[in-house]
């Protein structure tokens, strides 16, 4: 069951901002933290095979190892947020595919058919895939995932911050990661807006959409 407190998906998406400063005395619990997980492994991704991992660091000791490979000017959001959902994707989730797809064939979701389908067309591609293809099929699952995540933290009655601000060499190690299988993708510091707060208006501005849109016809 949902435990929104922000249902209205127009605030919750054309509202959205970056926050740099949170409310340091504010924690959510990391009950609350796997709720809203789980509601962000609903977005979608390529052949429903689910390429993401996610990291919490919601502790002081966690917050200290992140600044040992971010950029100091994100120290404001990792010594305030509650915490850092650190995502990454995850270049052998196609190990898990047979066992996903065989319990949705159990669970009478598809057909045997269907379930042959899949493990002749789509898991091959997988499985004899170039590490240049998985990296990149992570990247897109994860980035997804990312951006969903910033719209749930805004629906638990957040704000976010989404970072890229770090040294993507060494954070799958800095974590105790396997950095052959997991690919850094984005941070996402979680919290409430500290009460003096304030978003530099250069952060706000927009292309117009006559800059970014072009309808193509042949």
């Not at 629906?155 to 989404?162: D, Q, S, V």
């Not at 690919?183 to 006559?210: F, T």
């Amino acid at each position: 069951m949902s435990t929104f407190k922000n249902n209205d998906f127009s605030d919750v998406l054309l509202q959205r901002r970056s926050i740099r400063l949170f409310d340091p005395e504010l924690k959510i619990s990391r009950e609350e933290l796997q709720d809203m997980v789980e509601e962000t492994i609903t977005a979608p991704s390529a052949c429903n095979l689910q390429s993401w991992h996610f990291e919490i660091v919601d502790t002081e000791a966690g917050k200290e190892k992140l600044k040992s490979y971010f950029m100091p000017f994100n120290y404001p959001q990792i010594d305030s947020c509650s915490a850092m959902v650190l995502i990454f994707g995850d270049t052998q989730s196609h190990k898990n595919y047979r066992r996903v797809w065989e319990e949705a064939y159990e669970a009478g979701r598809i057909s045997k058919e269907k379930l042959e389908e899949v493990f002749a067309t789509f898991l091959p591609l997988y499985e004899n895939g170039s590490r240049e293809f998985l990296m990149a099929d992570a990247m897109i699952d994860s980035s997804m995932a990312a951006m969903q995540l910033l719209l749930v933290t805004r629906g638990h009655g957040y704000e976010g911050n989404a970072i890229a601000g770090y040294n993507s060499q060494v954070a799958a190690q800095t974590l105790g990661l396997d950095p052959e299988r997991y690919i850094p993708v984005l941070a996402v510091a979680i919290g409430k807006p500290a009460k003096n707060e304030e978003q530099s208006a250069v952060y706000q501005q927009r292309y117009g959409v006559d800059q970014v849109l072009h309808f193509f016809e042949e």
